[in-house]
């Protein structure tokens, strides 16, 4: 019997088999960015949900606030006005986490438990278990996760993962005023995002279509853009991918490091049996004390 | 703990080589791998509905302790209702963060008062409070009242205390006000609704019969096109605005935005028009043009169902910009001559041919034959090409099984024709056939969650509950002459004209006001009540604040410092009364009037010589009670935990406040005490009237058996029980109702607005959830979406149809159930014509039919149309105000003021989660002008008005463009309302310090939304300056 409430994919820094034997259902959340109306209700009801309160910003010119993600905003939503064949667009479209297939995060914490990957798609991380070291931060092809100064911790959006194991869809999902949010399997997503996206061809959107980008695995938060060919234009990479980095510590890095410490190990236990235990005399140990 | 150096060696080298290990993946121990557990298993779960806006969203919230009697309720959290049928579980920004709007730490929590010219709160008891308020009421009432008037008629009015109620707060406690502040004489009354949608009221009335939102929220899910102008739906309605996306995904409908800016709603629409502010008649006086000259008219509609046919007197006339019968001495219209030609019978003369030059048909023709859509580009600045595609778009919606529908807020109404401006939309949905129909009709989306419920209860100036007037001294000094004028004349034959029914309605409240003291002898109580002689409107009352006549103003969960327009005399104004007193559930830019925040409210406290008492009062999530939506839906919320500190329910602090006047009254006598000692006051506790026992009295019950008149030997209704709806009422003084139209509402069988069956009887209607004024009805007028044949115009939109028998569908008809096609009745019952109105003959101020005048403060220094007459000649302006105001010479610039999603009016910045969403107060520019004027993103600007000046960030966006009107170029500045001082966002300016104190002609709603401003830059400091 498992520990917790969904099936583990993938824990970071851990090699221990994860059981294998269940299959749950694959969700994802689905952005259409093309109705939203950009309200926020998802920033404030994240907030509101998770207990966190970002500080009060300032005005720098835009809607965007805050103006970032921070440990405090683990989803905030991106305003961009975009001048297309004389038609003025506000593309606006909600920032965080996406829960990637391969998660570059998981891949590239140091520390075990830290960050989860769960069998229905949701990528978590576990503050008690971060060490915040930032790897994940290079990790990320999306630029989600913060570090917080505070307590020295990384955060993201956790897709709710304490919604979902109880059967509740994420908090921004239910409180989207304009469905502009949806949750539920990976397939259905995909279902809805299609006929979307016919839709949006029919009002002249050629290029509508879906975000779900493969160099990631896909992701378990897809957006449907009318501009599926320039996803630049709302912020998002055109083909993200994991850091050569992770790729690198994972791929070389790893195997290097686990021979040199098998060496030090060796070496250690060399020098135990040929000199000995290593003896502190009590002088020392007493000045040390006093001092 | 002490670790020596050689320890923490040992621990670093012990921690390192764990790590390392773990970095490869060989942890030596499994950890868990737990999600945060679900925070609300066991929590108490309360249903509510969402404080802020009139979309009336359902909420679950979320209590800590199990209700024990040793646990303490606290809300926890809170989430949209998924069983709601409009908001399905969704919430705004707003309702999202409705969990900091009861936690805010700008929350009052005790009773308090600031001494005359004092600096400071003082905390004091609730007897204190209540003992020094009633002393001062009862001083000034005493001094003050008029008992009657110079003919002798007992007119009990009670000037010089004012009283603002609120638009936010549940039916119960609106009615109770109501109840308390007309056995007062309090005249100089008014609601939030004044300042938001009272133009609706003023224009749908006279249209259709009624002034609400005629259709409701999930019904706009059955539009082929959705209109959005004079409004930002996804900005201010969002969750309700999710209808119209719908109707977009589902049907393929087209969503049109036509809007100074482009806006929230634009960003998801298929098409953005740009316009000036100010020049909606315009605009939509060439659509009417355009469908009568291109012939896009649901013509058997209109021959059937509007007064296009009826002859107009010969005396009504227009020209040169001025309908006929003005007075320019008095600045006002007599409206006789707008009349109908009537024939010996009283009845309306008309001409089936439409060729009569004086049919209505003919007059709106020729009126609107100016409006050609080269005049629409010269005076709105709207691409030609732009403004032919939203008629098309619009005509094409004449046909029968085509239907728009319109979505407007407070675009339309803030204006000096605010009520024209929804005028020329009814006159466009009645040549299009598309009131009364499913997914179509004219909805007005109404601002405060309750403020349909507070118009409803008539907590305005010259109003009774459920649309009856108070009395006017002159024209009803006698309750005789009151009936006999207030009840309309049937104009036509076989019409329903329920308003026939008024003296029932009457008695039935007067037998609420004054109980077993209303008689017959003593025409049930009529001399008690107050008689008006003017509209004490916000604008007046504010006047006579400042002339000094005005001693006392009470306000109730309103902001009126925030919000009404030019803020510096309204500071002014409250500077000089005696004694204020404001009953909130948090902190308000009002209470503390008195206190100096530098530029934003430079005064002197100590020369300001008012006595503010503060009254902390609950919030929805902390009482039970009744709102109404927009869609008029009546909706029962429950009460989640107990208020803050010493903090009270609004009943009980009025109740308290108003037995301890009376007990002053018995003991001391005073001025005019028999409406005071008479009121009905029937409730167990006599401090407390329970929501419960106050809605049970709105929906009325009977106070002897209630014979049917067809069969005398049966009961409609016995003594005792509630009513089941309005058609029992009698004028005998056998039924008590408060409000005629909440019959219904609180029956035999129960609290029909708590009733949460959301089963779908087709188009989206759910009858069985809560309860919709009159009588159930969703869809206004829908005996209109059938032909008079009775048959559905468009069988996929069928609401109600005839089934030989009698009206029936999935909607309640608005219409006599058993009158069948042919018997001549027509589909507006609430008119004496039975037809709607395409000219409002003369029941408007300032026309019978819309007229474009340019604002007060316009761009312009003509109005082309008629450069005699720029603006309008019925404009009520007091001198002071009029000085005030400023000329494009120096403010150079349109002006417009609105909303933003993220925050409501004035509570939300002090929400937490609201002023981290939106922390700053800002103006938005164009590209253009910020070039012009050197302004980059994010800079501080100065924006100022003849009246005033605020400093704001710079939003420098493409959604605002410079447009040419006149031959002139024209720019405008957008400016966001919801900053003061009273804040946890960063502090701010009243936005309000630079709007114009004038109104609407016909209800007084100022005109926040086109005005004169200037723009400059404010010059950074250099570093180390």
Same mark, same amino acid.
Request: hydrophobic share 40%; proline share 6%.
């Given at each position: 019997?498992?520990?917790?409430?969904?099936?583990?994919?993938?824990?970071?820094?851990?090699?221990?088999?994860?059981?294998?034997?269940?299959?749950?259902?694959?969700?994802?959340?689905?952005?259409?960015?093309?109705? *939203?109306?950009?309200?926020?209700? *998802?920033?404030?009801?994240?907030?509101?949900?998770?207990?966190?309160?970002?500080?009060?910003?300032?005005?720098?010119?835009?809607?965007?606030?805050?103006?970032?993600?921070?440990?405090?905003?683990?989803?905030?939503?991106?305003?961009?006005?975009?001048?297309?064949?004389?038609?003025?667009?506000?593309?606006?479209?909600?920032?965080?986490?996406?829960?990637?297939?391969?998660?570059?995060?998981?891949?590239?914490?140091?520390?075990?438990?830290?960050?989860?990957?769960?069998?229905?798609?949701?990528?978590?991380?576990?503050?008690?278990?971060?060490?915040?070291?930032?790897?994940?931060?290079?990790?990320?092809?999306?630029?989600?996760?913060?570090?917080?100064?505070?307590?020295?911790?990384?955060?993201?959006?956790?897709? *709710?993962?304490?919604?979902?194991?109880?059967?509740?869809?994420?908090?921004?999902?239910?409180?989207?005023?304009?469905?502009?949010?949806?949750?539920?399997?990976?397939?259905?997503?995909?279902?809805?995002?299609?006929?979307?996206?016919?839709?949006?061809?029919?009002?002249?959107?050629?290029?509508?279509?879906?975000?779900?980008?493969?160099?990631?695995?896909?992701?378990?938060?897809?957006?449907?853009?009318?501009?599926?060919?320039?996803?630049?234009?709302?912020?998002?990479?055109?083909?993200?991918?994991?850091?050569?980095?992770?790729?690198?510590?994972?791929?070389?890095?790893?195997?290097?490091?686990?021979?040199?410490?098998?060496?030090?190990?060796?070496?250690?236990?060399?020098?135990?049996?040929?000199?000995?235990?290593?003896?502190?005399?009590?002088?020392?140990?007493?000045?040390?004390?006093?001092? | 703990?002490?670790?020596?150096?050689?320890?923490?060696?040992?621990?670093?080298?012990?921690?390192?080589?764990?790590?390392?290990?773990?970095?490869?993946?060989?942890?030596?121990?499994?950890?868990?791998?737990?999600?945060?557990?679900?925070?609300?298993?066991?929590?108490?779960?309360?249903?509510?509905?969402?404080?802020?806006?009139?979309?009336?969203?359902?909420?679950?919230?979320?209590?800590?302790?199990?209700?024990?009697?040793?646990?303490?309720?606290?809300?926890?959290?809170?989430?949209?209702?998924?069983?709601?049928?409009?908001?399905?579980?969704?919430?705004?920004?707003?309702?999202?963060?409705?969990?900091?709007?009861?936690?805010?730490?700008?929350?009052?929590?005790?009773?308090?008062?600031?001494?005359?010219?004092?600096?400071?709160?003082?905390?004091?008891?609730?007897?204190?409070?209540?003992?020094?308020?009633?002393?001062?009421?009862?001083?000034?009432?005493?001094?003050?009242?008029?008992?009657?008037?110079?003919?002798?008629?007992?007119?009990?009015?009670?000037?010089?205390?004012?009283?603002?109620?609120?638009?936010?707060?549940?039916?119960?406690?609106?009615?109770?006000?109501?109840?308390?502040?007309?056995?007062?004489?309090?005249?100089?009354?008014?609601?939030?609704?004044?300042?938001?949608?009272?133009?609706?009221?003023?224009?749908?009335?006279?249209?259709?019969?009624?002034?609400?939102?005629?259709?409701?929220?999930?019904?706009?899910?059955?539009?082929?096109?959705?209109?959005?102008?004079?409004?930002?739906?996804?900005?201010?309605?969002?969750?309700?605005?999710?209808?119209?996306?719908?109707?977009?995904?589902?049907?393929?409908?087209?969503?049109?935005?036509?809007?100074? %800016?482009? !806006?929230?709603?634009?960003?998801?629409?298929?098409?953005?028009?740009?316009?000036?502010?100010?020049?909606?008649?315009?605009?939509?006086?060439?659509?009417? !043009?355009?469908?009568?000259?291109?012939?896009?008219?649901?013509?058997?509609?209109?021959?059937?169902?509007?007064?296009?046919?009826?002859?107009?007197?010969?005396?009504?006339?227009?020209?040169?910009?001025?309908?006929?019968?003005?007075?320019?001495?008095?600045?006002?219209?007599?409206?006789?001559?707008?009349?109908?030609?009537?024939?010996?019978?009283?009845?309306?003369?008309?001409?089936?041919?439409?060729?009569?030059?004086?049919?209505?048909?003919?007059?709106?023709?020729?009126?609107?034959?100016?409006?050609?859509?080269?005049?629409?580009?010269?005076?709105?600045?709207?691409?030609?090409?732009?403004?032919?595609?939203?008629?098309?778009?619009?005509?094409?919606?004449?046909?029968?099984?085509?239907?728009?529908?319109?979505?407007?807020?407070?675009?339309?109404?803030?204006?000096?024709?605010?009520?024209?401006?929804?005028?020329?939309?009814?006159?466009?949905?009645?040549?299009?056939?598309?009131?009364?129909?499913?997914?179509?009709?004219?909805?007005?989306?109404?601002?405060?969650?309750?403020?349909?419920?507070?118009?409803?209860?008539?907590?305005?100036?010259?109003?009774?509950?459920?649309?009856?007037?108070?009395?006017?001294?002159?024209?009803?000094?006698?309750?005789?002459?009151?009936?006999?004028?207030?009840?309309?004349?049937?104009?036509?034959?076989?019409?329903?004209?329920?308003?026939?029914?008024?003296?029932?309605?009457?008695?039935?409240?007067?037998?609420?006001?004054?109980?077993?003291?209303?008689?017959?002898?003593?025409?049930?109580?009529?001399?008690?009540?107050?008689?008006?002689?003017?509209?004490?409107?916000?604008?007046?009352? +504010?006047?006579?604040?400042?002339?000094?006549?005005?001693?006392?103003?009470?306000?109730?969960?309103?902001?009126?410092?925030?919000?009404?327009?030019?803020?510096?005399?309204?500071?002014?104004?409250?500077?000089?009364?005696?004694?204020?007193?404001?009953?909130?559930?948090?902190?308000?830019?009002?209470?503390?009037?008195?206190?100096?925040?530098?530029?934003?409210?430079?005064?002197?406290?100590?020369?300001?010589?008012?006595?503010?008492?503060?009254?902390?009062?609950?919030?929805?999530?902390?009482?039970?009670?009744?709102?109404?939506?927009?869609?008029?839906?009546?909706?029962?919320?429950?009460?989640?935990?107990?208020?803050?500190?010493?903090?009270?329910?609004?009943?009980?602090?009025?109740?308290?406040?108003?037995?301890?006047?009376?007990?002053?009254?018995?003991?001391?006598?005073?001025?005019?005490?028999?409406?005071?000692?008479?009121?009905?006051?029937?409730?167990?506790?006599?401090?407390?009237?329970?929501?419960?026992?106050?809605?049970?009295?709105?929906?009325? %019950?009977?106070?002897?058996?209630?014979?049917?008149?067809?069969?005398?030997?049966?009961?409609?209704?016995?003594?005792?029980?509630?009513?089941?709806?309005?058609?029992?009422?009698?004028?005998?003084?056998?039924?008590?109702?408060?409000?005629?139209?909440?019959?219904?509402?609180?029956?035999?069988?129960?609290?029909?607005?708590?009733?949460?069956?959301?089963?779908?009887?087709?188009?989206?209607?759910?009858?069985?959830?809560?309860?919709?004024?009159?009588? !159930?009805?969703?869809?206004?007028?829908?005996?209109?979406?059938?032909?008079?044949?009775?048959?559905?115009?468009?069988?996929?939109?069928?609401?109600?149809?005839?089934?030989?028998?009698?009206?029936?569908?999935?909607?309640?008809?608005?219409?006599?159930?058993?009158?069948?096609?042919?018997?001549?009745?027509?589909?507006?019952?609430?008119?004496?014509?039975?037809?709607?109105?395409?000219?409002?003959?003369?029941?408007?101020?300032?026309?019978?039919?819309?007229?474009?005048?340019?604002?007060?403060?316009?761009?312009?220094?003509?109005?082309?149309?008629?450069?005699?007459?720029?603006?309008?000649?019925?404009?009520?302006?007091?001198?002071?105000?009029?000085? %005030?105001?400023?000329?494009?010479?120096?403010?150079?610039?349109?002006?417009?003021?609105? %909303?933003?999603?993220?925050?409501?009016?004035?509570? +939300?910045?002090?929400?937490?989660?609201?002023?981290?969403?939106?922390?700053?107060?800002?103006?938005?520019?164009?590209?253009?002008?910020?070039?012009?004027?050197?302004?980059?993103?994010?800079?501080?600007?100065?924006?100022?008005?003849?009246?005033?000046?605020?400093?704001?960030?710079?939003?420098?966006?493409?959604?605002?463009?410079?447009?040419?009107? !006149?031959?002139?170029?024209?720019?405008?500045?957008?400016?966001?309302?919801?900053?003061?001082?009273?804040?946890?966002?960063?502090?701010?300016?009243?936005?309000?310090?630079?709007?114009?104190?004038?109104?609407?002609?016909?209800?007084?709603?100022?005109?926040?939304?086109?005005?004169?401003?200037?723009?400059?830059?404010?010059?950074?400091?250099?570093?180390?300056?």
């Amino acid at each position: 019997m498992a520990l917790q409430s969904l099936d583990i994919e993938r824990r970071s820094a851990t090699t221990t088999p994860v059981p294998g034997v269940r299959t749950p259902l694959e969700v994802a959340k689905l952005i259409d960015v093309t109705t *939203c109306i950009g309200c926020k209700a *998802c920033q404030v009801s994240c907030s509101e949900w998770n207990d966190i309160r970002a500080p009060v910003g300032s005005n720098i010119g835009v809607y965007d606030n805050p103006i970032d993600l921070s440990p405090q905003a683990w989803t905030v939503m991106r305003y961009a006005e975009v001048e297309e064949g004389g038609r003025l667009q506000w593309l606006i479209r909600k920032d965080g986490c996406m829960h990637c297939a391969d998660p570059g995060c998981v891949l590239s914490c140091p520390a075990p438990d830290a960050i989860v990957q769960f069998k229905n798609g949701i990528v978590d991380f576990h503050q008690e278990h971060c060490t915040g070291c930032g790897y994940c931060l290079t990790g990320c092809p999306f630029n989600i996760p913060r570090l917080s100064e505070e307590d020295g911790k990384v955060y993201k959006c956790s897709l *709710c993962s304490d919604r979902v194991a109880v059967g509740q869809e994420p908090s921004c999902v239910k409180t989207c005023p304009t469905g502009a949010l949806r949750f539920g399997s990976k397939e259905d997503m995909q279902v809805i995002a299609a006929e979307r996206i016919a839709n949006l061809q029919q009002r002249g959107f050629a290029n509508a279509g879906l975000y779900d980008p493969p160099g990631v695995g896909g992701t378990h938060v897809m957006y449907v853009l009318h501009h599926a060919d320039r996803p630049e234009l709302y912020g998002l990479p055109q083909d993200p991918a994991i850091s050569p980095l992770v790729e690198l510590w994972k791929g070389l890095a790893k195997p290097l490091a686990i021979a040199t410490m098998a060496l030090v190990g060796f070496a250690s236990l060399f020098h135990y049996v040929t000199k000995g235990p290593n003896a502190v005399s009590k002088e020392i140990e007493k000045e040390e004390e006093a001092a | 703990m002490q670790i020596s150096r050689r320890q923490f060696f040992k621990i670093s080298a012990a921690g390192l080589g764990y790590s390392s290990l773990a970095a490869v993946g060989m942890a030596p121990i499994a950890a868990q791998a737990e999600v945060r557990q679900f925070k609300l298993t066991g929590a108490r779960e309360i249903r509510n509905i969402c404080t802020y806006c009139s979309v009336g969203c359902g909420l679950l919230m979320y209590s800590l302790g199990t209700g024990s009697k040793n646990s303490k309720a606290e809300i926890i959290h809170i989430e949209g209702d998924p069983d709601h049928p409009v908001s399905r579980g969704a919430l705004c920004p707003k309702g999202s963060g409705l969990l900091d709007f009861i936690h805010s730490p700008h929350r009052l929590k005790y009773p308090e008062v600031r001494e005359a010219g004092s600096k400071e709160w003082t905390r004091i008891s609730w007897h204190e409070a209540i003992e020094r308020i009633a002393r001062h009421m009862k001083a000034d009432r005493d001094a003050n009242i008029v008992a009657r008037n110079a003919d002798g008629v007992p007119v009990n009015r009670w000037l010089s205390t004012g009283v603002l109620t609120c638009s936010a707060a549940s039916n119960e406690t609106g009615i109770l006000t109501q109840k308390i502040i007309r056995a007062l004489g309090i005249v100089a009354t008014d609601t939030q609704a004044r300042i938001c949608h009272a133009p609706t009221v003023a224009a749908l009335g006279p249209s259709f019969g009624r002034g609400a939102m005629t259709n409701n929220w999930v019904d706009i899910k059955n539009a082929d096109l959705v209109l959005v102008m004079g409004g930002n739906a996804a900005e201010a309605h969002p969750v309700g605005f999710r209808w119209a996306i719908e109707a977009m995904k589902q049907r393929g409908a087209k969503l049109v935005v036509v809007d100074p %800016r482009f !806006n929230r709603t634009a960003s998801v629409a298929d098409l953005y028009v740009p316009l000036r502010a100010g020049s909606d008649i315009v605009f939509l006086g060439g659509v009417i !043009n355009w469908l009568i000259a291109n012939d896009r008219i649901q013509w058997e509609y209109v021959k059937a169902y509007t007064n296009a046919r009826s002859i107009i007197g010969e005396g009504y006339g227009f020209e040169d910009g001025v309908f006929s019968g003005f007075d320019k001495e008095q600045g006002r219209y007599d409206r006789s001559s707008w009349n109908y030609e009537l024939d010996e019978q009283g009845k309306i003369k008309t001409d089936p041919t439409l060729q009569h030059p004086r049919c209505v048909w003919n007059l709106l023709k020729a009126h609107y034959a100016r409006y050609t859509p080269e005049v629409v580009n010269d005076l709105t600045g709207t691409p030609t090409e732009d403004f032919l595609t939203v008629c098309e778009l619009l005509g094409e919606t004449s046909a029968p099984n085509k239907v728009a529908t319109v979505l407007y807020a407070l675009g339309w109404t803030e204006h000096t024709v605010g009520t024209q401006n929804i005028r020329s939309m009814a006159i466009i949905q009645l040549l299009l056939g598309n009131i009364g129909m499913a997914g179509g009709g004219i909805n007005a989306l109404r601002g405060h969650a309750n403020v349909q419920g507070i118009t409803d209860i008539g907590l305005l100036s010259t109003n009774l509950p459920g649309y009856m007037s108070l009395p006017n001294e002159k024209n009803h000094p006698t309750f005789a002459d009151y009936i006999a004028k207030v009840t309309p004349a049937p104009l036509r034959d076989g019409q329903l004209n329920y308003w026939s029914n008024t003296s029932r309605f009457f008695v039935s409240q007067m037998k609420w006001f004054w109980g077993d003291k209303a008689t017959r002898d003593n025409d049930w109580g009529y001399d008690w009540l107050p008689k008006w002689d003017k509209l004490y409107d916000t604008l007046h009352l +504010t006047e006579l604040m400042q002339q000094g006549k005005v001693n006392g103003l009470i306000v109730q969960g309103f902001n009126p410092m925030g919000s009404f327009p030019d803020a510096n005399r309204v500071v002014e104004a409250f500077s000089k009364l005696r004694y204020m007193v404001v009953i909130d559930p948090l902190a308000t830019e009002t209470a503390s009037f008195w206190q100096n925040h530098g530029e934003s409210n430079n005064v002197d406290s100590s020369k300001i010589m008012t006595e503010v008492f503060r009254l902390p009062s609950t919030c929805f999530a902390e009482e039970e009670g009744s709102t109404v939506n927009s869609g008029r839906w009546m909706q029962w919320h429950y009460k989640g935990a107990e208020p803050p500190a010493e903090a009270k329910a609004d009943p009980e602090i009025l109740a308290e406040l108003f037995m301890a006047l009376r007990d002053l009254y018995q003991q001391e006598g005073g001025s005019v005490p028999e409406p005071i000692l008479n009121l009905s006051w029937p409730y167990n506790d006599p401090l407390s009237p329970s929501p419960v026992e106050l809605t049970r009295e709105m929906n009325g %019950r009977a106070l002897a058996d209630v014979p049917d008149p067809k069969d005398p030997t049966k009961l409609l209704v016995k003594k005792g029980e509630q009513v089941p709806n309005f058609t029992v009422l009698r004028d005998d003084g056998s039924t008590l109702c408060a409000v005629w139209i909440y019959a219904g509402s609180w029956t035999e069988a129960g609290n029909m607005m708590a009733r949460r069956d959301n089963t779908d009887t087709g188009l989206g209607n759910t009858p069985n959830w809560a309860f919709a004024w009159p009588a !159930n009805r969703r869809v206004l007028y829908n005996r209109a979406s059938c032909d008079p044949d009775g048959k559905p115009w468009d069988p996929k939109r069928r609401i109600i149809a005839w089934n030989g028998e009698r009206w029936g569908g999935g909607d309640v008809p608005d219409f006599k159930a058993d009158a069948a096609p042919g018997s001549g009745m027509d589909p507006f019952i609430m008119t004496a014509e039975g037809q709607a109105r395409l000219f409002a003959v003369d029941k408007l101020a300032d026309g019978p039919l819309p007229e474009h005048y340019e604002p007060m403060e316009s761009p312009l220094v003509t109005n082309p149309l008629h450069p005699n007459q720029i603006t309008s000649p019925a404009v009520r302006i007091f001198p002071g105000d009029r000085e %005030r105001l400023g000329s494009r010479d120096n403010f150079p610039y349109v002006g417009t003021t609105y %909303r933003l999603t993220e925050h409501f009016q004035f509570w +939300t910045k002090q929400v937490r989660l609201n002023a981290i969403a939106q922390p700053e107060q800002f103006v938005e520019i164009s590209e253009a002008l910020a070039r012009e004027k050197g302004i980059a993103q994010g800079d501080m600007v100065k924006v100022s008005s003849n009246r005033g000046f605020i400093r704001a960030k710079a939003v420098v966006t493409k959604r605002l463009k410079t447009l040419t009107v !006149n031959q002139q170029t024209v720019h405008q500045i957008g400016i966001p309302l919801h900053w003061g001082w009273e804040t946890l966002a960063k502090k701010g300016y009243l936005t309000n310090v630079l709007t114009p104190a004038v109104g609407d002609c016909n209800t007084q709603c100022p005109e926040y939304k086109a005005f004169l401003v200037n723009l400059e830059k404010i010059p950074t400091i250099a570093a180390g300056a």
